[in-house]
């Protein structure tokens, strides 16, 4: 199973922009976004790596309702909670051979595997 790369049709391009990190690292979001999420001062932010981008999600009251939207989107797909948890280190490994190659993925199950479980040895043909 390859890892599929699309575009979502969720992804609203008016909300966004370009931001420039300053000296002490802060980050000056569009104020399209800012306005889209309901973002102001003070306001919390989720930060984390995506490939090689960076992911922010909102941790307002947006935020909760899409969470809470979560288990209508599994079940549109056909999916459990379960299915989403049982499929994450299949996922995980697929993304890491597909970001990093799969001899880098060797290495780190030779050096690291016994540290983590066999969740990195997995097979990866499955």
């Known amino acids: ?3 599929e790369k699309h575009i979502d049709e969720d992804i609203d391009f008016d909300a966004g922009g370009f931001a420039e990190i300053d000296a002490e690292g802060r980050l000056t979001l569009p104020a399209s ?3 889209t999420f309901g973002l102001h001062t003070g306001s919390a ?3 984390f790596a995506i ?3 960076i992911m922010l999600i909102p941790r307002d009251a947006m935020s909760a ?3 809470a939207q979560a288990p209508r989107a599994l079940d549109d797909a056909g999916q459990t909670l ?3 948890l049982d499929n994450l280190p299949k996922v995980r490994q697929e993304v890491m051979i597909d970001m990093y190659g799969e001899e ?9 595997g016994h540290l983590v479980g066999s969740a990195l ?6």
């Open 1 to 3: 199973m390859a890892v």
């Open 33 to 35: 976004l800012r306005d």
């Open 45 to 47: 932010v989720a930060c």
């Open 51 to 53: 490939g090689d981008g």
């Open 65 to 67: 309702d899409r969470l």
């Open 82 to 84: 379960q299915d989403l």
């Open 104 to 112: 880098f993925v060797k290495d780190l199950e030779r050096q690291y």
């Open 121 to 126: 040895r997995e097979p990866h043909g499955e």
